[in-house]
């Protein structure tokens, strides 16, 4: 994996629950993946697109992390308690934007490149709607890859029908300069519970992808929610069990440890 240009990304999501009752969903998605400093830096701070100020179409660096410390300390911080040893140079993130400045963000990943620009440790923050945060973060081979995998248990409060800490992810990533699949599996005791895959098509920065995209996706937020709400509606439905989050901790805190 190498670094991208900030891009554009024309994603798929497809959710599947294996038991104890099947049922799946499938929707579509307007994503960035951009360099978290780059793009500060070169000062973008027009109408359609803007990092830390308000147009149709942003990025709020509060958005994400702790919201204490700046991104890349953050960043490092996370990465350096995973294991990495590496100095870090770019920092690139995917994550869904924010349109007419509404926001709801289930899954942001950070891929962080060292100074020879060689992938070295990734980051998945998981948001739920109690405003909680959880980091996962991982150490990267640079010598692995295309294809990478990673595991962890369970320690947060996402869907009413997983309890918050028990059962393990499954996370498995491909990327290349013009598409990006993302596979999560959740397991508990060996057994498949529900997989979630986010595939991508790559489209470069310029201002008419951008008024496309706003065309094309410009209640992406109310979709992404609604999408949610309704399925979740369908599920209780099925009669599945129904588990609270854990009051005080991570899972009803704005900020991600």
């Known amino acids: 994996m190498i670094p991208l240009p900030a891009s554009l990304c024309d994603c798929v999501v497809?959710?599947?629950?294996?038991?104890?009752?099947?049922?799946?969903?499938?929707y579509s998605i307007l994503s960035v993946l951009v360099d978290i400093e780059a793009e500060t830096a070169r000062g973008r701070r027009g109408w359609l697109w803007a990092v830390d100020r308000p147009a149709l179409i942003s990025l709020w660096s509060h958005d994400y992390g702790s919201g204490r410390v700046k991104l890349r300390d953050w960043v490092e911080q996370q990465l350096s308690?995973?294991?990495?040893?590496?100095?870090?140079?770019?920092?690139?993130?995917?994550?869904?934007?924010?349109?007419?400045?509404l926001k709801f963000n289930p899954l942001s990943v950070f891929f962080a490149f060292d100074t020879r620009e060689r992938f070295v440790g990734?980051?998945?923050?998981?948001?739920?709607?109690?405003?909680?945060?959880?980091?996962?973060?991982?150490?990267?081979?640079?010598?692995?890859?295309?294809?990478?995998r990673f595991k962890c248990a369970k320690d947060f409060f996402v869907s009413p029908f997983n309890p918050a800490n028990r059962g393990e992810y499954h996370f498995r990533l491909?990327?290349?300069?013009?598409?990006?699949?993302?596979?999560?599996?959740?397991?508990?005791e060996g057994e498949k519970i529900l997989s979630?895959?986010?595939?991508?098509?790559?489209?470069?920065?310029?201002?008419?992808?951008?008024?496309?995209?706003?065309?094309?996706?410009?209640?992406?937020?109310?979709k992404i929610v609604g999408g949610i709400l309704i399925e979740a509606a369908r599920l209780?439905?099925?009669?599945?069990?129904v588990f609270a989050p854990r009051r005080g901790t991570v899972d009803t805190r704005p900020r991600s440890v």
């Open 14 to 26: 497809g959710h599947t629950r294996h038991g104890p009752k099947a049922h799946s969903l499938r």
């Open 122 to 148: 990734v980051i998945f923050e998981v948001s739920n709607f109690h405003s909680g945060r959880q980091a996962y973060a991982f150490a990267v081979d640079p010598n692995a890859g295309p294809d990478y």
């Open 174 to 188: 491909r990327r290349d300069a013009t598409s990006l699949r993302l596979c999560i599996q959740l397991e508990r």
């Open 196 to 222: 979630a895959v986010q595939t991508a098509r790559l489209t470069p920065f310029s201002q008419s992808a951008l008024r496309q995209a706003l065309i094309s996706h410009p209640f992406n937020t109310i």
């Open 81 to 101: 308690a995973a294991g990495m040893v590496q100095p870090i140079g770019r920092i690139e993130l995917l994550t869904v934007p924010r349109i007419f400045g």
């Open 236 to 241: 209780a439905i099925k009669g599945l069990p």
